[in-house]
């Protein structure tokens, strides 16, 4: 286990100390790695940067840790379900909660592949072999020994732990990816367990309908994730297997932006502007997903200081208008969800919604708020517009504590469990942009543009990122501020990422947690 140091103040801060190796662009080695296919050159080119040498992978160690990633920060709601988990007695591992973790001897490494986010918009702009590409991508770093101590550091350290499970904590590289890394790992001759969560988050949302229910369930994913209709087949596929005779119904938004707002993606949210700016990519007034003017009195959009954008000072008079909060991307699409459902003349009734992307449960309390209020909503006539369609308390159903349960009965079944280790050795991990790649474009925000990031073509094998610690210089004040919330045990891990090993010495203001 590397030595990481941290400072504790009133947050944390990070400086990774390790064996070094020189970092040089890969060379293709034609005759052993087919070019431009990244699972090839990880196994078979010994010269590639991404190459893992697996006739040596410890697959059957114990004290290894578990892999988790996601396309940002959001994972970390999954990975918050999994070491909160206590469903088991840890002597016997047989169900019933014994007061201790289940998972209190487990470590965990977690990788979110911020710079290459949002994963959503890749099947949109056609580049779904690109996206899978960054999915291999962040099970080689799961499964491989290499990290940067930061943006800068121009040598990688070798000391990482490999992984003995990947718990795929994203939707859209779930429904996109999942068979694809079992693919690579078959093609690696190795036995790892690759656990997503849609078919967790289906199972745990049946289990809340009758057999002989009808009903409506709503999916809200990224555009991503709803295009690839995981979840909907999915739920068509366990109605059938595990004998429900219900009308169900399955309804699905894509969340342009509330993904990218909780990540502060600049493109759709910046807390600095005052006025639209061009390069904004979430709904507006106008293009392929539209902010409907007949309906702003049900989004009840809130104006306050610049949450709403707009080119005149009267609202109403907007010709430009542009989303700039979490809440109100959350507040137009489960209106247009609603819309969807009233629209198609159903008599179902609305009963569960499925949070099918791991940054939604960030906003279970806004969501809970505004579904509240959609009840309750009144047209001109005095009548209620939605609330036929609606159960009064809809479940919101997170997958990820069904995930917790799968990854606790695979290590059960495969006598995988750390007799000795410390869930305080958990490792946290995010993807920048690599400014040392000279043919990478990067923004002021040192962040790939969206026409770049989108615009890359698959079988280009490059590092486009360098994966580093947590730190302040990738992760706001404000997105800490809400993992000492809403995440607080994780939060917690974080700043105990090998704090019995500090070292502060060099620690400079700007690199503090």
Not at 12 to 41: H, P, R
Not at 52 to 59: A, E, G
Not at 342 to 355: D, G
């Amino acid at each position: 286990m590397k030595k990481t140091g941290i400072l504790s103040m009133i947050f944390m801060a990070f400086l990774v100390f390790g064996c070094k190796e020189n970092s040089k662009e890969a060379e293709v080695v034609q005759e052993k790695s087919l070019k431009g296919d990244i699972v090839g050159t990880i196994i078979n080119d010994k010269n590639s940067f991404y190459h893992i040498n697996f006739d040596n992978y410890p697959t059957s160690d114990k004290r290894l840790p578990i892999g988790v990633f996601d396309s940002g920060t959001g994972g970390l709601t999954v990975l918050k379900a999994i070491v909160n988990y206590d469903q088991n007695q840890n002597n016997t591992h047989s169900q019933g909660s014994d007061g201790v973790l289940d998972f209190d001897k487990e470590s965990f490494i977690y990788l979110g592949d911020q710079a290459n986010m949002p994963y959503g918009n890749y099947s949109k702009e056609n580049k779904v072999d690109l996206l899978n590409e960054h999915i291999i991508k962040d099970a080689q770093f799961l499964m491989s020994n290499k990290y940067y101590s930061d943006s800068k550091d121009n040598t990688v350290n070798t000391d990482k732990e490999p992984v003995k499970a990947l718990v795929i904590a994203c939707n859209t590289a779930t429904a996109y990816g999942k068979e694809y890394i079992e693919e690579f790992i078959k093609k690696a001759n190795l036995n790892i367990k690759v656990i997503g969560v849609i078919d967790a988050g289906v199972r745990g949302t049946l289990q809340s309908i009758s057999k002989d229910e009808d009903a409506i369930i709503g999916v809200l994913a990224t555009v991503g994730t709803v295009t690839s209709k995981g979840y909907h087949n999915t739920i068509m596929k366990f109605k059938d297997e595990l004998g429900y005779t219900g009308n169900i119904e399955v309804f699905s938004q894509g969340g342009v932006g509330i993904a990218e707002a909780v990540d502060e993606d600049p493109d759709y949210f910046d807390k600095n502007l005052k006025t639209p700016r061009k390069d904004y990519k979430g709904p507006s007034l106008g293009g392929d997903v539209k902010i409907d003017k007949a309906l702003f009195d049900v989004y009840n959009f809130d104006f306050n200081d610049c949450k709403m954008l707009c080119d005149t000072e009267k609202t109403d008079d907007c010709s430009i208008l542009q989303i700039n909060d979490a809440q109100n991307y959350v507040r137009y699409h489960l209106v247009t969800l609603l819309e969807q459902i009233r629209l198609s003349k159903t008599t179902n009734k609305l009963t569960s919604i499925i949070l099918g992307c791991t940054h939604y449960p960030y906003m279970t309390e806004e969501i809970s708020t505004i579904l509240s209020e959609l009840y309750d909503y009144k047209g001109k006539d005095e009548k209620y517009i939605y609330r036929h369609l609606m159960e009064k308390n809809i479940k919101l159903v997170d997958p990820a504590v069904d995930t917790a349960k799968e990854l606790h009965e695979y290590l059960k079944v495969k006598s995988l469990f750390n007799p000795n280790g410390n869930i305080k050795d958990s490792e946290f991990y995010i993807s920048v942009a690599n400014k040392e790649n000279e043919s990478n474009i990067i923004d002021q925000n040192g962040r790939f543009p969206y026409d770049y990031k989108y615009g890359r073509n698959a079988g280009d094998i490059q590092e486009y990122v360098k994966v580093v610690p947590f730190s302040r210089d990738n992760i706001s004040y404000d997105i800490l501020t809400r993992f000492q919330k809403q995440i607080p045990y994780v939060y917690q891990l974080m700043q105990n990422f090998n704090n019995d090993n500090v070292k502060t010495k060099n620690l400079s203001e700007k690199s503090k947690i």
